[in-house]
């Protein structure tokens, strides 16, 4: 059973268009979050939801717009992608933000 | 706001050798984790450190927390290449866990 288990995997797609990714849980943890990698390997928070509730809501473009239906789900959804864009996202869930953190093993977005 | 630095940011060590990497941030942490991350893979949690002057092991991983609970190390006795990967610190400021650059590590056979 994985832990944290998001979908796609892979996606590319062309600038300007609009994707989603999504992310389940089933470890009973109350907050999950997005992060954003770069190329460089740099991890960066974007979101965190703590029992459907946005807590966190980082610099975001608001291209990008989380949505939790429930404490078990954390999707993300992007508009008008840019090249920019082009990143690894990783869905993570803890049991609250000072605990360890479980992470899903990433969504490759590469736009071109 | 918070920064949590950490160096090296690349080590290449011959297998047998030591590693160690080392994380500070510009204000007090309540508590240090470390995680690591395989090449093509997530960052998985190693440890969390919370008292001033803690130090906790792992097998040949040995885990540091300063006394101004500032700083932390990780140290790697005897890399050997299966600790080959990214070892992030990272510390929680106003509920969000911050992540320092990361210590790419890779081990000659």
């Known amino acids: 059973d994985t832990a944290v288990s998001q979908t796609p995997k892979y996606l590319v797609t062309q600038m300007g268009n609009d994707k989603s990714i999504k992310c389940e849980q089933n470890?009973?943890?109350?907050?999950m979050y997005w992060y954003k990698q770069d190329s460089k390997k740099f991890l960066k928070i974007m979101f965190s939801y703590n029992n459907k509730e946005l807590i966190i809501n980082e610099t975001v473009p608001n291209r990008f717009s989380p949505k939790s239906p429930d404490k078990a789900h954390l999707n993300l959804h992007i508009n008008s992608l840019e090249l920019g864009d082009s990143a690894v996202y990783f869905c993570a869930s803890s049991q609250d933000p000072g605990a360890g953190y479980t992470f899903g093993s990433g969504t490759r977005l590469t736009v071109v | 706001g918070q920064q949590v630095m950490q160096i090296p940011q690349y080590q290449h060590v011959q297998e047998g050798e030591d590693f160690t990497t080392y994380c500070n941030s510009s204000t007090t942490l309540s508590n240090i984790q470390w995680y690591k991350q395989r090449p093509g893979g997530h960052p998985v949690f190693l440890i969390q450190l919370v008292k001033s002057g803690e130090v906790k092991k792992q097998k040949r991983l040995t885990f540091q927390f300063g006394e101004a609970k500032k700083n932390s190390s990780l140290h790697i006795t005897a890399t050997q290449t299966t600790d080959v990967g990214t070892y992030f610190c990272a510390g929680v400021q106003g509920g969000k866990l911050i992540f320092g650059q990361g210590t790419e590590l890779s081990v000659k056979p």
């Open positions: 470890l009973g943890h109350d907050t």
